[in-house]
């Protein structure tokens, strides 16, 4: 999902939030309205009054969850917890892990500057990484140690060496140059060449 995809799911969700909000609060004047009529009476009859409604449960402010499929691991100090489980107790997250989420992707959009600059850094550094390795490569095929990949080996040479006879089936596959003697193993239009 794209970072503009995202920013409209985001806003999208505040203003279902908003809406929900407005939604518990019209319900909660409501009872209001109709606890301070039955107080009133309540009053001229002498009795006792009614108790005060308690207050709707708010909406969770990220309901997002369902966008939400990776499951990690972290520790937090007992600050943060206790701020978390506050927030819980408010009932503006269900879950610990809602409001982890919702605090990881502020935290994520707060600091873009950040991520865009590492973005930028590790491009290049792929592209030095991918150039180096091209260049080692290169190295081995030029002093014997990997073989050209235009070259082929002979059966024989597979086996024994050209040069000083010593069996070197026992050898890793990729080895150009016979470790006894510094003779190359591999050929260039049927030519032999030597180190």
Not at 30 to 42: F, I, N, Q, Y
Not at 140 to 157: S, Y
């Amino acid at each position: 999902m794209s970072h503009d995809e995202w920013k409209d799911m985001y806003k999208q969700s505040i203003r279902d939030w908003k809406e929900e909000y407005r939604n518990a609060l019209r319900e909660h004047k409501e009872k209001l309205r109709d606890w301070k009529t039955r107080v009133k009476s309540s009053i001229s009859e002498g009795s006792t009054p009614p108790p005060l409604p308690p207050l709707p449960p708010l909406p969770s402010i990220h309901p997002l969850s369902a966008a939400r499929s990776n499951v990690i691991a972290s520790r937090l100090g007992n600050a943060n917890l206790q701020s978390i489980d506050l927030l819980i107790e408010a009932q503006l997250f269900n879950t610990r892990s809602e409001a982890v989420a919702y605090f990881v992707s502020e935290g994520i959009k707060a600091r873009q500057d950040v991520l865009e600059k590492v973005s930028s850094a590790l491009e290049e550094i792929r592209k030095i990484k991918k150039e180096a390795e091209e260049h080692v490569e290169k190295l081995k095929e030029e002093t014997g140690f990997a073989e050209h990949k235009d070259l082929e080996k002979t059966e024989e040479q597979k086996k024994y060496c050209s040069e000083c006879g010593k069996d070197l089936s026992t050898l890793p596959d990729g080895i150009a140059v016979c470790p006894y003697c510094g003779n190359r193993l591999w050929k260039r239009a049927g030519v032999i060449e030597n180190v």
